[in-house]
């Protein structure tokens, strides 16, 4: 079954087309990478799909397992399975992190009928994660993002993920800002996430993540529009020759 | 002059059904008679069984009072108030005065207390919690009185202490807040009824927490009561009140007036949640808050604290402030102000410090949705003789959906020059990006906003005693539920 099917979307934002025509399709346990040069839409793309306010589908569609999403508000659609780890993760002064994470995933819970998790639940499990992505106890009695460096947001991104356990993920560029070692433990997170049920959307602007990331497919967006998709070869291929070869080429 | 009535009356379908305490006790009730006059002011104190005395002052505060005005400063708008279209005392018929012990207390008003989740039964109280309940004028129970007189605490109604402790309430009652400090505290002077009166003898360590809960119940009563804690040397109390009141599309008064008595070396620490009726979403019936809280830290190395989260009420005039005569001693307001639909909201505090090495901190957040307006007002007044005075003030704002308003107004008065003031202020708005943030993982509009306000309020919100914090948590959400969206 198709996870994730985007049909001719059109999206503007404040009046103005940013995606002028995206189809992409994500079957289960597919992870594809999007890349493309700076303001090429990537971004527009990965908020219209987890339901941002103010992104606007002019035309077209988005059917995720089969239903339209469109209408779903953002946190409906993290219910569902829908997960986005975005590219500047927001500081939320005074909520502490791990207050913050069993909120959000009762609120998930809750809308879905299940149980919520106790405290002693939610603690066990975000300890699990933490500690794979070597995040330290003491970052998650802090204030959520506020004050965190620009990787140690990125992996909280990625225990978000990993606790929530989505359906579909969407990664917008967390690899930018990452050093090396810490681009190892997000890459083996992200990996740890593939499964035969789920898909993932890893949007990045450098071929480098995609040394520890290998993709099923790889899809280029330029200008608000998919120019080329191909395998994992295209990756290489951008890095060679650049983002002007292809975009020009197509 | 007395009349029972039945509060059974009708209460009109509101749409405030957000607020989740406005219910009515259908309950028999002895009232004074309509309006304010010098036999009002004979009949509460003769109900009360007085001594002479205390009916002497109530008259002279009623002779100062009807010579006074309202005050007009603060940045509230209101109709005038007709002082005589109201009742001053209103008490249930089956409750006596003075409640011999809890069994004595009426079924339905214990029910009352239930449902507001306050169970008077000792056995299922939160441990380590005393509470005094008042209920219109009066105070219909206090528990585990027997514990905090082992500790040689005294925690009864005010009514009580007149009658069984007259030599320390002479020496005390109005000595913070004078007779004739304001029109409300004046007003409150001639006519209170009941509140909670604490001492905390020299050198004791209050064994618990210690909270008193007002009921209003009666529709067009106003409620007047009157608080006195005296923490003697080196002693320490922490205290608690909480308020609400039914749904009533008429305005009620609330004049309530506080004080506090810090000697050498004690603290107390003063933390109100006020969940007055705040009105429907149209403005119509709430509250007026009109209150006058001061301590005293009367004693070298003394500190007072206060922490209130004020979220309910139509209007709020309320400046919980500080004396600090003591040398070394130490005053605190932390709050939070939260405004929604049409609630106007005054409040702030004042530190006056007169001692040697007094230190003073503010800690302010107001929020403001709806079409309400949040001021926050605040006196830092440095006297001559206080060397090396330190005050630090944090004032933020926040601000949800374009109607609302936020003020503040700071005086700062420095009469020596070792003074070190230093006030912040911050203005911001719950931004788009942390609001998509939250409901991207799942929570709900509505929730991610009460989410990011009791971040905003966290450094208020610790200082809460444990018990009490959560409950203002939830509080926060409620009182803001409606203003997205
Ligand atoms: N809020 C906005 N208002 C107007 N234009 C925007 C807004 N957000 C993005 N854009 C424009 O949309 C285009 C795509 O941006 P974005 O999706 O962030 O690209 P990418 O993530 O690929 O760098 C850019 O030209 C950018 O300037
Ligand atoms: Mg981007």
Redesign the pocket.
């Given at each position: 079954m198709k996870l994730l099917e985007i049909d001719d979307l059109h999206v503007s934002?404040?009046g103005?087309e940013?995606l002028k025509g995206i189809t992409l399709s994500v079957p289960e346990g597919e992870l594809h990478a999007i890349m493309?040069p700076?303001?090429?839409?990537?971004?527009?793309l990965s908020y219209t799909l987890a339901g941002r306010e103010g992104y606007e589908v002019t035309r077209g569609q988005v059917l995720y397992r089969g239903d339209d999403l469109t209408a779903l508000s953002p946190d409906r659609r993290a219910a569902l399975g829908v997960f986005l780890a975005l590219q500047y993760p927001v500081e939320i002064p005074g909520v502490v992190t791990l207050t913050f994470l069993k909120v959000a995933l009762n609120a998930q819970r809750r809308a879905r009928g299940e149980q919520e998790f106790d405290a002693v639940q939610v603690l066990r499990s975000v300890r699990q994660n933490a500690a794979a992505l070597n995040i330290p106890e003491d970052m998650l009695k802090r204030p959520l993002n506020a004050g965190f460096s620009g990787g140690e947001k990125k992996r909280m991104e990625i225990l978000q993920m990993a606790l929530f356990e989505p359906r579909l993920a969407i990664l917008d560029e967390t690899d930018s800002g990452l050093d090396i070692d810490a681009l190892r433990l997000v890459a083996s997170g992200v990996n740890a996430q593939r499964a035969p049920d789920r898909g993932i959307l890893v949007i990045t602007h450098y071929q480098r993540l995609l040394d520890y990331i290998v993709p099923d497919r790889v899809h280029v967006l330029a200008g608000g529009r998919i120019v080329r998709s191909g395998g994992p070869d295209l990756a290489l291929e951008l890095e060679k020759s650049g983002y002007g070869a292809v975009v020009e080429v197509a | 002059m007395t009349a029972a009535y039945d509060t059974s009356e009708r209460v009109a379908e509101l749409a405030g059904e957000k607020y989740k305490d406005g219910f009515v006790t259908e309950i028999e009730m002895v009232r004074a008679e309509k309006g304010l006059n010098e036999e009002v002011v004979r009949f509460i104190s003769a109900r009360k069984q007085e001594p002479e005395w205390m009916l002497e002052w109530r008259l002279s505060a009623f002779q100062r009072w009807r010579q006074m005005s309202e005050p007009k400063w603060a940045r509230v708008h209101y109709p005038p108030i007709d002082y005589q279209d109201a009742y001053y005392y209103a008490a249930p018929k089956s409750q006596p005065d003075r409640p011999a012990s809890l069994d004595d207390v009426d079924p339905k008003l214990i029910e009352t207390y239930q449902k507001l989740g306050i169970p008077l039964s000792e056995q299922k109280l939160l441990a380590g919690v005393a509470v005094d309940a008042v209920f219109d004028s009066v105070s219909v129970a206090t528990t585990f009185k027997r514990r905090l007189n082992e500790a040689g605490v005294i925690f009864c109604p005010i009514s009580e202490a007149i009658r069984d402790y007259p030599d320390l309430v002479r020496k005390y009652l109005g000595s913070v807040v004078p007779v004739t400090d304001n029109f409300f505290a004046t007003l409150n002077s001639a006519v209170f009824s009941d509140g909670s009166f604490v001492y905390v003898p020299e050198g004791v360590r209050c064994p618990m927490e210690l909270s008193t809960y007002f009921r209003i119940n009666a529709s067009e009563t106003g409620q007047f009561e009157r608080t006195l804690i005296i923490a003697d040397k080196n002693s320490y109390v922490s205290y608690l009140e909480g308020c609400t009141a039914p749904k009533r599309d008429r305005h009620q008064l609330h004049a309530a007036v506080v004080e506090l008595v810090a000697l050498d070396g004690a603290e107390i620490k003063y933390s109100t949640v006020q969940n007055w009726y705040p009105g429907d979403e149209n403005g119509r019936g709430g509250i007026y808050n009109f209150v006058t809280k001061r301590g005293d830290c009367r004693g070298r190395g003394s500190k007072i604290s206060w922490t209130q989260v004020e979220t309910g009420s139509a209007i709020t005039w309320k400046y919980p402030s500080c004396i600090l005569r003591g040398d070394d001693s130490i005053g605190e307001f932390y709050s939070i102000a939260i405004t929604n639909n049409y609630q106007q909201a005054d409040t702030g505090t004042k530190m006056l410090h007169l001692g040697r090495n007094t230190r003073s901190r503010i800690i302010s957040k107001g929020i403001s949705a709806g079409r309400a307006q949040n001021t926050y007002r605040g006196l830092v007044s440095v006297h001559a003789k206080a060397e090396n005075a330190r005050n630090h003030t944090q004032c933020d704002s926040l601000l949800i959906g374009p109607h609302c308003g936020a003020h503040t107004v700071p005086y700062i008065e420095g009469r020596n020059p070792s003074a070190k003031i230093e006030h912040e202020a911050t203005t911001s708005k719950i931004s788009d990006d942390q609001l998509f943030y939250a409901m991207a993982r799942g929570i709900p509009e509505e929730e991610a906003v009460a989410l990011i306000v009791n971040g905003f309020c966290r450094e208020v919100l610790q200082q809460l005693p444990m018990e009490f914090a959560v409950e203002a948590q939830k509080l926060v959400g409620i009182s803001l539920e409606g203003s997205v969206g």
């Open positions: 934002v404040q103005k940013i493309g700076n303001g090429s839409g990537k971004s527009t | -």
